[in-house]
């Protein structure tokens, strides 16, 4: 019989933490299937970060570090530039990336650091418990914003893509989204993509993918695909943002 | 390799490192050790290392951590505010076992404080100054070719037991001119770093995790009382210091690093007047050498620590003494220097019975 579909390699047989209707889940998969088809997973080094994706490293076959909090990118640029050969990726959610890790996010951007980050935007903090992101939404509700995110007081959500196309060290930005089968698809290309780019020695390569968090947003899994569409996606256009 | 050079203090630091067989550092300019990156930066590249001046004392010790986990020789130095914001980042070292080397080039505080010498970052370096159960091995040079000699021991005590060792230097020794030797370095046998190191399965191994993140509470006991059993051997197999002229000292002074230079001349001066003054010079701050104190408790009539702080390092005295004798504290703060003749002074008074 022939087999039509496995496990990805990179892909580690263990159960994920991740709450039911997750797309955390989704895009670990996505990243696991570019992995496997590049053949890179021998010189693989991933940096978990801190959020819900904490745990990725029991998740990816593959050496694995742990960061602190919003230090992504500085750990894997300290990797990158003791193995150059090395394959190296970051994988961030909106609160370590684009609050606490915004420093270390936007200087490997800006020195063309030759890594690859997939940033996981589903507009809250997770892990804590559902509070206000950098990306949380005007008008959204969130722990810490019971009334409502308001630009007066809590200011705009941050639209990271959009920054770091201005600047001139990235290679590769793009946003995409897994709300349906075929933006799945076309996030498994740019993840690809991303890590081309880096073997290619290009530098910097960042996706973006908006994603759900059903438990925190208090919704069904599938009302959540609908709310991303609805309310993230015009805010968050999807595209490519930068490619050189 | 024999010939002396007259070298600043910081210079000196930095090209000990690379002798040491340091290729990578990670940093951030602020004074008064600014000399170790520009050092660096010049001859990281001639040596085939890396120098990356990051975008904050933050980024750099978690690029420290990133390169010490793929199992890189390297280092980082700042003073003493950009070493509070390394923090975080040496918290993080320790709890996932990797090893490096931090300078301090210690200047006065708090806050941003000033640029001149000070010895106040002893509780920060000694006691922990990050979250969690650990211990940092402390070094404390107190001269430019001690600096320099220390630092292969340094690099080779943190890949030995996989902790961050600290040298901990003052403004003085870092801005100093003194002749240094570049002595032949033999360096230890040493663990490899094969079994945990992230450089890529490359097929033949399972991965390698570097990982500070234990939600087990009896895993994470477990692991701090392995990381202890360690810090026992550094105790037993690295401990430094120096005890000068102990024996027949009435009074014995005990300094560390530049502060040991000012109270060794005044203990000179004393004992020319007849005073029987000794000195211990503490070198590792941590382990902190009690032994030399249960030796000189059982002549001595009294000891006087000597620092530039409000009395940190004092403690440590007081608890080795465990009230056994008088221990008294003389120190300058916020980037003046005590004189010899200040130091004498305070001794004719403890002596005198005014004290």
Redesign the interface.
């Known amino acids: 019989m022939k087999k039509v579909f496995q496990r990805p390699e990179v892909l580690s047989d263990v159960v994920m933490h991740y709450c039911p209707g997750c797309t955390h889940g989704i895009i670990h998969r996505l990243v696991a299937e570019a992995i496997d088809e590049l053949n890179i997973?021998?010189?693989?080094?991933g940096?978990?970060s801190v959020g819900c994706s904490?745990?990725s490293?029991n998740y990816?076959?593959?050496?694995?570090?742990?960061?602190?909090h919003g230090?992504a990118p500085?750990?894997?640029?300290?990797?990158?530039?003791?193995?150059p050969n090395?394959i190296v990726f970051t994988y961030q959610g909106d609160g370590d990336l684009a609050a606490i890790g915004t420093?270390?996010m936007?200087?490997a951007a800006a020195r063309g650091e030759n890594i690859t980050i997939i940033f996981v935007n589903n507009a809250i903090y997770g892990m804590t418990g559902g509070q206000m992101a950098p990306t949380t939404l005007l008008g959204q509700v969130t722990q810490t914003s019971p009334y409502g995110r308001n630009a007066e007081t809590q200011g705009y959500p941050i639209k990271v893509c959009e920054m770091l196309a201005t600047i001139e060290g990235t290679a590769y930005v793009e946003r995409v989204s897994v709300d349906n089968v075929k933006n799945i698809m076309a996030t498994k290309k740019a993840i690809k993509k991303a890590f081309q780019t880096q073997i290619d020695g290009k530098g910097f390569s960042l996706v973006e993918v908006l994603s759900t968090c059903p438990t925190n947003w208090g919704l069904s899994p599938v009302e959540s695909l609908g709310w991303l569409r609805e309310n993230m996606m015009p805010y968050y256009p999807l595209g490519i943002y930068k490619e050189k | 390799m024999s010939d002396k050079v007259l070298m600043k203090g910081n210079e000196a630091i930095a090209e000990a490192a690379i002798q040491a067989g340091c290729r990578?550092f990670?940093g951030y300019p602020i004074t008064p050790q600014n000399e170790i990156p520009e050092y660096m930066s010049k001859r990281m590249p001639k040596v085939g290392g890396?120098y990356?001046q990051?975008?904050?004392e933050?980024?750099?010790i978690?690029?420290?951590?990133?390169?010490?986990?793929?199992?890189?020789r390297?280092m980082t130095s700042s003073s003493s505010p950009g070493i509070s914001l390394k923090q975080?980042?040496i918290s993080?070292i320790v709890g996932?076992d990797l090893p490096c080397v931090i300078v301090n080039i210690v200047r006065g505080g708090p806050g941003l404080g000033g640029i001149q010498p000070a010895q106040s970052d002893y509780f920060q370096a000694v006691k922990g100054g990050a979250h969690g159960d650990y211990h940092l091995v402390v070094l404390a040079p107190s001269s430019v070719q001690e600096a320099v000699d220390l630092m292969t021991d340094a690099f080779d005590i943190a890949d030995m037991y996989r902790v961050p060792v600290m040298l901990l230097g003052d403004g003085m020794l870092g801005q100093m001119m003194e002749p240094v030797e570049f002595k032949e370095q033999k360096g230890r046998d040493l663990p490899s770093k094969e079994a945990w190191a992230?450089?890529?399965?490359?097929?033949k191994r399972r991965?390698?995790?570097?990982?500070?993140?234990y939600i087990d509470p009896k895993e994470l006991e477990d692991l701090n009382i392995k990381r202890f059993e360690r810090y026992k051997q550094i105790e037993a197999n690295e401990l430094r210091y120096e005890m000068i002229n102990c024996d027949d000292a009435d009074i014995v002074l005990v300094a560390y690093g530049t502060t040991a230079r000012v109270a060794n001349s005044a203990m000179r001066s004393a004992r020319s007047e007849g005073l029987k003054v000794g000195l211990i010079r503490p070198i590792t701050l941590w382990p902190f050498p009690v032994e030399a104190f249960q030796k000189a408790v059982q002549t001595t009539k009294a000891f006087l620590a000597v620092e530039m702080s409000m009395g940190q390092m004092v403690e440590d005295v007081r608890m080795a003494i465990n009230g056994a004798k008088p221990v008294h504290f003389y120190g300058r703060t916020g980037g003046m220097v005590p004189t010899p003749s200040a130091i004498i002074e305070e001794l004719k008074k403890i002596l005198g019975g005014e004290r």
């Open positions: 997973q021998d010189r693989l080094v940096v978990a904490v745990f490293y990816f076959e593959c050496d694995m570090q742990q960061a602190a230090r500085a750990v894997a640029t300290g990797i990158k530039r003791v193995h090395n420093a270390e936007v200087h | 990578y990670f890396v990356l990051a975008e904050s933050v980024a750099a978690n690029m420290v951590y990133g390169a010490a986990g793929a199992g890189a390297v975080e980042g993080y996932s992230t450089t890529g399965t490359k097929g991965k390698n995790v570097v990982n500070s993140l």
